[in-house]
């Protein structure tokens, strides 16, 4: 049910305008303010920018124990190294396009690896040189061009390991210190260890290993891109499928402390893609040269060949959402979450072991608490939110892209958290009463009115409502309103429920749009649904569309149908009046329909032109005296059931041959055509003596040839029949006696 009570067919007097579900919050704007997926409001973990770098896209961060973050970029590919006060540097800068992902190894030994021609690059410190910050580059050639930032010379780099692939998704170390890549191409999972071999650890039939992540028997988890597959590999290499997803690819894993594992999955699955086809859909970058026919999501850099995430095409990834899936302990899967427009990029979990999902291309955050139970946290300034890491203190560090930033998110709430509801049409000019509200501790409530859909176009300013008194809002009259809630931290934690503003539309009259009559028809009732007119169904959207009214054919009836509406909704009554040419008064058929058709017998009516005239009330809605009414008049129409009348029908043989004569009038409508038949024989058309059927009074003369002489003797009936101008038919018969 939408929360908007007033679309109601019923509603009538004051009208409530309700907020409490999350389909219907989500369409508002929260600054702090998370959205339960139960309804209601509550405050978010604050969330503050550390740092904003000069690359467009943040693959992958990790942090050190000194709470120090390591940034992998792209466009351009760097790593920035920022400290937790948020003072940055760039420690390494490779040839490739993109620094996919890196982990700290032991010592605080920074392990990156680049995409395409994938390598694994050995990132350190030297601690006898003092760490130099980014640099402005002195030879500039123009002041206003950005400055370039240049690497910090305290840090080398040195190729680990080359694999000879071209992609490298992931890296992952286990408590050995032996370091895991995963690969694109051949689907392959290399281990390296603290000396420096190599060898692969475990081949897959998919094509791409996306994500790595160990569990807490020293196995590790991989997601695979093709078929979505999540393996558990023994220390020895040996593999087993814990689950098929439905979703082709798994961008993300995690696992909680009772030792569930957790795999987001996107994109559709194709019958040809059991083995994967290509790079994965959503985390490849390959060079694009600008379209400006199409636009691209996010900011476009300015060289000369610009780096696009994937599920950011019209072809990529993205198609069909994604899920997040829970394996438990013991192997059972299940689906916990599900989106249509959010694409999950990554999974980790909070100080309080809540699973929080990182997803674009919205820069949403979610908080997943249970089966379809989840929070929509927060939104980040930027389209993607790509990567979790642990932060000092219990927090979490969350990098972004389009644009590249890094976030600190928590661990405790926001202090102080708004949220503005959408704009809400009353669709009447309307006076604003009271607004109800139910939640706990400490929040403000706000309205705010106007009479345009922009709130920005001279609406009202904000007035505070006191909901320790009346709860009036005292706004302005006017179409629309708007509610604003501010949550302040205090002794319990704020939440917001349930919103409710209650106003009053001005009652406006009903409208006909059209009334038409139709002779020989009967308009059929039918079972009224409870709350709603005849004829109308009510959709998901709350609009509403009317079926057609049942009819059927009645040459004795005559049909009125209409079509009226009320801005109000209210509902409506009809009378139907009709005049007679040349009459002055209207005179009353029926009163109090409720549908929008009424029938009656034609010969209620002497046979002449007339008009109907339908009037619609809104009484049923409105107190007496306060009740509004809309009239409307048919064309004119004329009702004719007197049939024709039939004299001086005469018939006589002559050489062989019947010759009749009758003459046909009607008080009416002229004389349509005529027929006769001799001795029940076929009907046969005849002229009128003018041969043009045009008038209220006809004459007609024919003759008929006898077949041969006995017929001349014998006995003959003779039957003769007319038609006005609207088919009622008058018949007669005359006999020749034989000789």
């Given at each position: ?6 679309l ?9 305008w ?13 600054d ?12 978010a ?15 992958a ?30 420690i ?6 993109q ?11 920074i ?70 890549v ?24 998919e ?16 997601g695979?891109?093709?078929s979505?597959?999540?393996?558990r ?23 909680d402390?009772?030792g569930?594992i ?58 069909g ?60 300034p ?5 990567s ?22 928590g ?15 009353a ?14 501790g ?10 345009v ?11 505070q ?18 509610w ?54 009510s ?29 109000n ?8 009046y ?15 329909i409720?549908?929008k058709?009424?029938?009656f ?14 009037i ?9 005296g ?20 039939i ?21 009416f ?45 014998s ?25």
């Amino acid at each position: 049910m939408t929360a908007v009570l007033s679309l109601c067919a019923t509603a009538e007097g004051t009208r409530t305008w309700e907020q409490s579900k999350y389909d219907d919050l989500v369409k508002g704007t929260p600054d702090g303010v998370a959205i339960r997926s139960t309804g209601g409001l509550e405050l978010a973990p604050s969330f503050k920018l550390l740092y904003s770098t000069p690359s467009t896209y943040v693959w992958a961060i990790a942090a050190d124990e000194a709470g120090n973050v390591y940034a992998a970029t792209g466009s351009p590919a760097r790593i920035y190294r920022i400290t937790p006060d948020g003072k940055s540097s760039i420690i390494f800068e490779p040839q490739e396009l993109q620094v996919q992902a890196l982990e700290v190894g032991p010592g605080g030994v920074i392990y990156a690896a680049t995409n395409p021609d994938g390598k694994v690059y050995k990132i350190e410190h030297r601690p006898a040189e003092k760490p130099q910050p980014a640099k402005m580059d002195a030879k500039a050639s123009d002041a206003k061009d950005l400055a370039k930032p240049v690497l910090d010379p305290s840090w080398s780099s040195s190729v680990y390991f080359a694999p000879g692939t071209k992609y490298i998704w992931d890296l992952l170390f286990d408590k050995s210190g032996n370091l895991y890549v995963a690969t694109g191409d051949h689907g392959e999972i290399y281990k390296v260890s603290p000396k420096g071999d190599h060898s692969v650890f475990f081949k897959s039939d998919e094509t791409h290993i996306r994500v790595l992540q160990l569990d807490s028997q020293g196995n590790v988890i991989a997601g695979t891109d093709g078929s979505g597959l999540v393996y558990r590999i023994s220390p020895a290499g040996e593999g087993f499928v814990l689950y098929s997803a439905p979703k082709k690819e798994i961008t993300a894993l995690a696992q909680d402390r009772q030792g569930n594992i957790y795999a987001a999955g996107v994109g559709e699955k194709r019958a040809s893609s059991t083995t994967g086809g290509g790079p994965p859909s959503l985390l490849l970058m390959t060079p694009m040269i600008p379209t400006p026919a199409v636009p691209q999501p996010g900011p476009v850099p300015t060289t000369t060949s610009t780096l696009q995430i994937g599920s950011l095409s019209t072809s990529g990834g993205a198609n069909g959402g994604s899920d997040i899936y829970k394996i438990a302990a013991d192997g059972s899967p299940s689906r916990i979450w599900t989106s249509r427009d959010d694409i999950v990029y990554a999974l980790a979990f909070d100080s309080q072991n809540t699973l929080l999902a990182g997803t674009g291309n919205r820069g949403h955050v979610y908080s997943i608490d249970g089966q379809d139970d989840f929070s929509d946290l927060l939104k980040a300034p930027a389209s993607q939110v790509t990567s979790f890491a642990k932060a000092t203190g219990g927090g979490l560090y969350a990098a972004s892209s389009n644009l590249g930033k890094i976030f600190v998110l928590g661990p405790d709430p926001a202090k102080q958290g708004s949220y503005q509801s959408d704009v809400f049409d009353a669709k009447i000019f309307s006076r604003w009463g009271r607004a109800e509200f139910r939640g706990t501790g400490t929040v403000d409530l706000l309205a705010r009115s106007g009479n345009v859909d922009n709130p920005d176009r001279n609406w009202s300013a904000w007035k505070q409502v006191d909901l320790s008194k009346s709860g009036e809002m005292g706004i302005p009259p006017a179409r629309y309103a708007q509610w604003k809630a501010v949550l302040h931290t205090g002794s319990s934690g704020p939440s917001l429920d349930v919103v409710t503003l209650n106003y009053l539309p001005k009652n406006v009259a009903p409208e006909i749009d059209d009334v038409s009559v139709q002779i020989g028809t009967r308009y059929q009732s039918s079972p009224k649904p409870t709350g709603l007119t005849l004829g109308t169904v009510s959709t998901t959207s709350g609009a509403t569309f009317e079926a057609p009214v049942p009819s059927i054919h009645d040459r004795d009836t005559i049909g009125v149908k209409w079509t009226a509406h009320d801005e109000n909704d209210d509902q409506l009554t009809y009378s139907v009046y009709y005049r007679g040419d040349g009459e002055s008064r209207w005179l009353l058929l029926k009163d109090d329909i409720t549908d929008k058709a009424y029938s009656f017998d034609a010969s209620l009516l002497p046979d002449g032109g007339y008009t109907v005239r339908v009037i619609a009330s809104d009484a049923p809605s409105h107190s007496p005296g306060d009740a509004l009414t809309a009239s409307r008049e048919s064309r004119r129409f004329e009702d004719d059931t007197t049939p024709p009348r039939i004299t001086n029908l005469t018939a006589s043989v002559e050489n062989g041959q019947i010759h009749a004569h009758f003459r046909a009038d009607d008080t009416f409508s002229s004389i349509k055509r005529a027929e006769f038949s001799v001795d029940a024989g076929d009907w046969k058309y005849v002229d009128p003596v003018g041969q043009i059927s045009d008038s209220k009074t006809e004459d007609y003369d024919f003759k008929v040839p006898l077949e041969d002489e006995k017929d001349n003797a014998s006995e003959h009936v003779i039957v003769v029949r007319v038609y006005d101008k609207y088919d009622n038919m008058g018949a007669a018969k005359t006999m020749l006696r034989g000789k």
